[in-house]
């Protein structure tokens, strides 16, 4: 069984930053990342990084997102600058090991003025 625990998030103006970090155990993990639901949405992809340093952004994301973290240490940060009002989510931490996909609890991530 893994467990991830997310930390991070809250409330921040437009233009603004904010970091999330997700810890995981019970496995060693081939793949971390985040992923976000708005309301009324589905949950998207925000960014994934493999074991083998491979990383994925939605374009959404792109220039103002950035990963980072240990995957063979089961740690992950996703640094959020830029922030836009429709960032504004509830956003996952994913942990894969083998077929097997794993979520965190979720962590609310609001950008409003």
């Known amino acids: 069984q893994v467990q991830l625990v997310e930390s991070g998030g809250g409330l921040v103006q437009p233009g603004g930053s904010l970091s999330l970090s997700c810890a995981a155990s019970?496995?060693?993990?081939?793949?971390m990342g985040w992923y976000r639901q708005a309301p009324g949405k589905q949950r998207e992809l925000v960014a994934t990084v493999t074991r083998g340093g491979v990383i994925n952004y939605a374009d959404s994301v792109k220039g103002r997102f950035a990963i980072s973290g240990d995957v063979a240490k089961n740690t992950v940060v996703l640094q959020m600058n830029s922030l836009k009002p429709e960032d504004t989510a509830v956003y996952y931490c994913?942990?894969?090991?083998?077929?097997?996909?794993?979520w965190g609890q979720g962590t609310q991530v609001t950008v409003s003025s």
């Open positions: 994913y942990g894969r090991y083998y077929a097997v996909d794993y």
């Open positions: 019970g496995r060693s993990l081939s793949a």
